[in-house]
T-cell receptor, first 111, second 114 residues
Framework: QKEVEQNSGPLSVPEGAIASLNCTYSDRGSQSFFWYRQYSGKSPELIMF????GDKEDGRFTAQLNKASQYVSLLIRDSQPSDSATYLC???????????FGAGTRLFVKA | DTAVSQTPKYLVTQMGNDKSIKCEQN?????MYWYKQDSKKFLKIMFSYNNKELIINETVPNRFSPKSPDKAHLNLHINSLELGDSAVYFC?????????????FGPGTRLTVL
């Protein structure tokens, strides 16, 4: 079982719709959870982090964490073509130093 | 005003050569990392240093040797380059605090081994 799993996609949504990206992780003691966005040919950039169960909202982005189910998600409201990128889920394990990245989900937002 | 910088941006070399990639961060972070991103875009950690001390050393061939002269710099030296080493190598840093671990990435170095 992979430590951090994501659906590779591509996920295609129309402009203005809600994009829902999902991630599961295997280390039950994981402490910190991150979503990074990576445009083609660019480096990953942090867009959201969440440490506690529940929802965390930042503008059009909402991160959701359910530690009991070992599940993290990212919702992007009012999706724009500029949101088209690969979204990487990352989890810091119980040791505290090591962050494991998922393989990423490619998102296409159609104008 | 770059936060995490890497040089060179592109590196094309022959099999068997030795090459180095340099990384510097001006964010005042304590922890720095090297990641490898292969052609399938999978980002995998290789090494991490915290205040110049090696804290993560993943299963990486010993042809790869990191060096941290100070906490703002983390370089990666690769001996006897192989075709399979072709990838994008990202340096990253993160602020202090175990609960944090937000990573700030450099622009990447695209290594092509011919």
């Amino acid at each position: 079982q992979k430590e951090v799993e994501q659906n590779s996609g591509p996920l295609s949504v129309p402009e203005g719709a809600i994009a829902s990206l999902n991630c599961t992780y295997s280390d039950r003691g994981s402490q910190s959870f991150f979503w990074y966005r990576q445009y083609s040919g660019k480096s990953p950039e942090l867009i959201m982090f969440i440490y506690s169960n529940g929802d965390k909202e930042d503008g059009r982005f909402t991160a959701q964490l359910n530690k009991a189910s070992q599940y993290v998600s990212l919702l992007i409201r009012d999706s724009q073509p500029s949101d088209s990128a690969t979204y990487l889920c990352a989890v810091t394990g119980s040791g505290g130093f090591k962050t494991i990245f998922g393989a990423g989900t490619r998102l296409f937002v159609k104008a | 005003d770059t936060a995490v910088s890497q040089t060179p941006k592109y590196l094309v070399t022959q099999m068997g050569n030795d090459k180095s990639i340099k990384c510097e961060q001006n964010l005042g972070h304590d922890t720095m990392y090297w990641y490898k991103q292969d052609s399938k875009k999978f980002l995998k950690i290789m090494f991490s240093y915290n205040n110049k001390e090696l804290i993560i050393n993943e299963t990486v061939p010993n042809r790869f040797s990191p060096k941290s002269p100070d906490k703002a710099h983390l370089n990666l030296h690769i001996n006897s380059l192989e075709l399979g080493d072709s990838a994008v190598y990202f340096c990253a840093s993160s602020p202090p605090g175990l609960a944090s671990n937000e990573q700030f990435f450099g622009p990447g170095t695209r290594l092509t081994v011919l």
